[in-house]
């Protein structure tokens, strides 16, 4: 992945939860992905917002 932070266990964990493009990543709820990953809610946020840019 091109998401700085997301290698292939993070990948393999939101393609789990139905996440697997950047639009979707950056749709989806911070909070709720946090919790099913077990990372921090600001941790998604990053992600979602790398994702932004790359959608």
């Given at each position: 992945t091109k998401v700085?932070?997301?290698g292939p266990v993070y990948a393999g964990k939101l393609a789990d939860?139905?996440?697997?493009t950047f639009v979707g990543l950056a749709?989806?709820?911070a909070t709720t992905i946090a919790e099913a990953l077990d990372v921090s809610p600001e941790q998604v946020?990053?992600?979602s917002n790398?994702?932004?840019?790359?959608?």
């Open positions: 700085k932070g997301i939860h139905g996440i697997t749709a989806a709820d946020a990053d992600w790398q994702a932004r840019g790359l959608s």
